[in-house]
């Protein structure tokens, strides 16, 4: 393991490790979602009957917005944990050693990616268990899972940004109204061509969060829709290009160290 | 085992006409220091003085605005990463992850210095024990005391066995017990090991006790500079302030007393001088004897750090942060 690597597997797995010792932080990301999810599959499920609904089950369709909403959730936790690296001093003390800064940031996304792992495994196993079957097959359900992950990394560098923007958790939290608002503000009930209200359609066809939903929804309800899987995948690495610079930019401004 | 074949200990702190501005606030206005290896420099002053920010240059945690720093042989500015290779510190805040033990922070920070294996299991263990921490090492750091984590911060700031080491400020809030205990340590570290000391503090006693240089910082100057015996001799003599035991002798007193040195203020019902010549003390117990004056109480008081301080600033050091 060359030494950048290896600076990123110490900085993550102390960041998983805070992580899991926190229930308070870890538990309502894992159940949250899956109350929603139960709610939502159930009250909406008149919607397969609307003509051109590609599913029968509410549940596959409603399924990848479960992974959608813990990688928001987890992108608040990289951002709180490392605002509060900073308002403790910690963050200084990485600096003093010769970690890199591509290191501390990868890093510290690891405990966002670690609970998005568990979390993706146990939505996955929940709606398994719940009677959702996979068109796409295992290939696809593990490739949701990766899909997954990335989208927890993107979101988790947004987290880290505001963490640096701000150095504090509530500068964090407050980017979350405006994540949750691209969520609902997507294809999350609904495929984009059954939305009949025109603005909403517009919005939710120019949110990128809806193409990283459609692609996780893709893989259940259709099978390899290379177009869905290439927009989806398109627009997370592009998601998390833009939040690791911008978070990179602002941590050279957060820690000026010669 | 002092390190002198350590070509990093040939140098110590150099500093330069330092300066830190925020904005239109220079926290730091020009300042030079000169410390050699293995020395404790004790860097005193109120809060806000500019002490934490002359740590944060030199750490390379923060750029000057102007001025050069060279710590351990390394320009702070332009060779930033092997300054830091070289140094220890243990910063103002006890930044620890309170859900981490002792063990897993130093585990942290030996593997991110490059330490592994055996080597850093054996490090750890030795640290733990220097610091009396042997039996909480596996213990989160949420139930460890003020004086525990100022000693796991300690440790920490040696787990690459730097040349150089800035502690700010680390005994702030620790019971006596643990601040001797510190002291002792860090003594030990200059003294045995040869470990050169930058050491901010706003207690007289603790720079008193342990510097053998002590620079005074006020307003982002340096006030006053030396050994604390070269400070203390430079503002003053001895003072001895006696309280007769039969009020009546007062002016026969003052009049015994003012042979020794000129006046100076007393406590009610007592009489003292600053002595003209240094150990004169016996020869004015002699004269109170001779002449049969008999006192309830005598006072030999030495000047201080603190007398120092009021003499360069015209403060007292103890509040003088609230100015």
Do not use: C
């Not at chain 1, 089950?57 to 509060?84: C, E, H, K, T, Y």
């Not at chain 1, 501390?104 to 719940?130: D, E, F, K, P």
């Not at chain 2, 117990?285 to 750090?305: F, G, K, W």
């Amino acid at each position: 393991m060359n030494v950048t690597a290896r600076q990123i597997f110490l900085i993550a797995r102390r960041s998983v490790i805070r992580t899991f010792r926190q229930p308070g932080v870890w538990i309502p990301p894992l159940t949250f979602p899956l109350m929603l999810m139960a709610v939502n599959s159930n009250g909406l499920r008149a919607a397969t009957h609307l003509p051109g609904f590609p599913t029968r089950s509410f549940l596959a369709f409603f399924l990848p917005f479960s992974f959608m909403q813990g990688a928001l959730f987890a992108s608040g936790i990289a951002g709180v944990d490392l605002a509060r690296d900073i308002d403790t001093g910690f963050l200084n003390r990485l600096a003093l050693t010769p970690v890199r800064d591509s290191a501390l940031l990868l890093g510290q996304v690891g405990g966002a990616v670690g609970l998005g792992a568990v979390q993706s495994v146990l939505y996955l196993t929940v709606g398994l268990i719940a009677g959702v079957r996979f068109v796409s097959g295992a290939p696809g359900a593990f490739v949701m899972l990766v899909l997954a992950l990335l989208i927890a990394i993107g979101f988790g560098g947004l987290g880290l940004w505001m963490a640096l923007r701000t150095g504090s958790g509530e500068g964090v939290q407050s980017q979350f109204p405006l994540l949750f608002f691209l969520l609902f503000i997507s294809s999350m009930n609904l495929p984009r061509n059954l939305i009949e209200v025109g603005w909403f359609r517009d919005l939710a066809t120019l949110n990128p969060v809806s193409y990283m939903i459609e692609a996780l929804r893709s893989l259940v309800i259709e099978g390899w829709n290379a177009q869905a899987l290439a927009l989806g995948f398109g627009f997370t690495l592009a998601l998390i290009g833009i939040s690791m610079w911008l978070a990179a930019r602002q941590l050279k401004v957060r820690m000026a160290r010669t | 085992m002092r390190r002198e074949s350590n070509s990093l200990l040939q140098n110590g702190i150099e500093v330069e006409g330092l300066v830190r501005s925020f904005k239109d606030i220079r926290a730091v206005d020009g300042i030079d220091i000169s410390i050699e290896p293995g020395q404790i420099y004790g860097f005193l002053g109120p809060n806000g003085a500019g002490k934490s920010t002359t740590v944060h240059m030199l750490t390379t945690l923060l750029p000057p605005s102007a001025g050069r720093a060279t710590v351990a042989g390394y320009d702070v500015q332009r060779d930033g990463a092997k300054v830091r290779a070289a140094i220890g510190a243990a910063l103002q805040d006890t930044a620890l992850d309170p859900f981490l033990s002792g063990r897993e922070h130093l585990r942290l920070q030996a593997s991110l210095h490059g330490i592994r294996g055996d080597r850093r299991k054996e490090l750890i263990d030795r640290l733990l024990g220097r610091v009396g921490l042997t039996s909480a090492g596996d213990r989160k750091i949420r139930t460890y005391s003020g004086g525990m984590k100022r000693r796991l911060d300690l440790a920490l700031a040696l787990i690459h066995d730097p040349s150089t080491l800035f502690l700010d400020e680390p005994t702030t809030g620790l019971d006596p017990q643990s601040r001797t205990a510190l002291w002792e340590e860090v003594g030990r570290l200059a003294r045995d090991e040869g470990v050169t000391v930058f050491l901010t503090t706003q207690y007289l006693e603790e720079a008193d006790v342990l510097a053998d240089r002590v620079g005074i910082i006020d307003h982002g100057r340096i006030v006053a500079e030396g050994t604390p015996a070269q400070l203390k001799a430079e503002i003053g003599k001895a003072t001895v302030e006696v309280v007769p035991e039969n009020p009546d002798d007062r002016e026969r007193l003052a009049g015994l007393l003012s042979r020794f040195g000129g006046e100076t203020a007393a406590r009610p019902g007592a009489y003292a001088v600053q002595l003209d010549a240094a150990g004169a003390l016996p020869d004015v117990i002699r004269a109170l004897d001779q002449e049969d004056v008999r006192a309830a109480e005598i006072n030999l008081h030495q000047p201080t750090l603190d007398d120092v301080f009021l003499a360069k600033t015209g403060r007292k050091l103890e509040g003088s942060e609230d100015e």
